[in-house]
């Protein structure tokens, strides 16, 4: 069973900093892509940024320039978020996909770290 653990998440003010951690159970080149996501209060989950196991990493629009993706060479994930704003308030999960032989996607998902921006 893949397991992914979120941490790093707080209470900090408006154009401060915070990293996030994603920790899995199995080796981060084992999933054919991992990423972020975010729910706001009253809103869908987005996705914020995804690292394909090879190629370039994918920003969403209102995070570029201010959030950085990186991975150690085992098995974490960072987000580095900085210039933080009130509007990216959200509890920030942690994905995994690994596809079979066939293509076909199974998606893992960690339970979430609450980041709260203060204006």
């Known amino acids: 069973q893949v397991q992914l653990v979120e941490s790093g998440g707080g209470l900090v003010q408006a154009g401060e900093s915070l990293r996030l951690s994603c920790s899995t159970s199995?080796?981060?080149?084992?999933?054919?892509?991992m990423g972020w996501y975010r729910q706001a209060p009253g809103k869908e989950r987005e996705a914020v940024a995804i690292?394909?196991?090879?190629?370039?990493r994918i920003y969403a629009d209102s995070v570029k320039g201010r959030f950085t993706l990186s991975r150690d060479n085992y098995n974490t994930m960072y987000l580095q978020m900085n210039s933080l704003k009130p509007e990216d308030t959200a509890v920030y999960y942690c994905?995994?996909?690994?596809?079979?032989?066939?293509?076909?996607?199974?998606?893992?998902w960690g339970k979430g770290t609450l980041v709260t921006i203060s204006s």
């Open positions: 994905n995994a996909v690994r596809e079979d032989v066939s293509g076909l996607p199974t998606d893992y």
């Open positions: 690292m394909p196991r090879t190629g370039s």
């Open positions: 199995d080796s981060i080149f084992s999933f054919n892509r």
